[in-house]
Nanobody, 116 residues
Framework: QVQLVESGGGLVQPGGSLRLSCAAS????????MGWFRQTPGKEREFVAA????????KYADSVKGRFTIARDNAKNTIYLQMNSLKPEGTAVYYC?????????WGQGTQVTVSS
């Protein structure tokens, strides 16, 4: 089991920045990929960004390339999502995700609202 706890959401004006954090605990050594998804009411959860622990590969959704950066702190078992130049369509609940083979783990989500 892997437990994930997100933090850092809030209200920000268009063009502003936020940094989300996700602290992982439990059997984190079994995780081979970690990343972020987001969801708005009535829509499916969508991929935002992720990286693989083993290969170090990073992937971003086209909608956030150049504005969002995913990073990790191995010593703290924490990943981050730096979000710059936020747009109103970025308003969503952001979820941290960890994949360990066939198992998928999710955090409780953190609300990000982009509005003036």
């Amino acid at each position: 089991q892997v437990q994930l706890v997100e933090s850092g959401g809030g209200l920000v004006q268009p063009g502003g920045s936020l940094r989300l954090s996700c602290a992982a605990s439990g059997r984190t050594s079994t995780s081979d990929v970690m990343g972020w998804f987001r969801q708005t009411p009535g829509k499916e959860r969508e991929f935002v960004a992720a990286f693989s622990w083993s290969g170090g590969r990073i992937k971003y959704a086209d909608s956030v390339k150049g504005r969002f950066t995913i990073a990790r702190d191995n010593a703290k078992n924490t990943i981050y999502l730096q979000m710059n130049s936020l747009k109103p369509e970025g308003t969503a609940v952001y979820y941290c995700h960890a994949g360990a083979g066939p198992c998928h783990y999710w955090g409780q989500g953190t609300q990000v609202t982009v509005s003036s």
